[in-house]
Nanobody
Framework: QVQLVESGGGLVQAGASLRLSCAAS????????MGWFRQAPGKEREFVAA????????NYADSVKGRFLISRDNAKSTAYLQMNSLKPEDTAVYYC??????WGPGRNYDYWGQGTQVTVSS
């Protein structure tokens, strides 16, 4: 069982940056691929970024490529999402997710956090 807790959301102006954190419980964090997803009001949840178990390989949605950076620190059992040049359309609840032995978009992630709100004003 893995518990995920996101933090770092908030209200910012367009062009600003935020860093989200996803802290995982347990000592097996390095066995899990990690993903970030988001859900805006009235829209379906969408993939944002994912990172492999080792942290060597990453994948991004086209809408955030070049602006967002996913990373992880296995020693701290934490994944991060650095969000730069934020736009109003990035406004959503952001969720982190973990999948044992797998990663990437379109996967069936095993565990999900409770989400953190990111609001970008114009």
């Amino acid at each position: 069982q893995v518990q995920l807790v996101e933090s770092g959301g908030g209200l910012v102006q367009a062009g600003a940056s935020l860093r989200l954190s996803c802290a995982a419980s347990g000592r097996t964090f390095r066995r899990y691929g990690m993903g970030w997803f988001r859900q805006a009001p009235g829209k379906e949840r969408e993939f944002v970024a994912a990172i492999s178990m080792s942290g060597v390989t990453t994948n991004y949605a086209d809408s955030v490529k070049g602006r967002f950076l996913i990373s992880r620190d296995n020693a701290k059992s934490t994944a991060y999402l650095q969000m730069n040049s934020l736009k109003p359309e990035d406004t959503a609840v952001y969720y982190c997710a973990a999948e044992e032995g797998g990663w990437g978009p379109g996967r069936n992630y095993d565990y999900w956090g409770q989400g953190t709100q990111v609001t970008v004003s114009s």
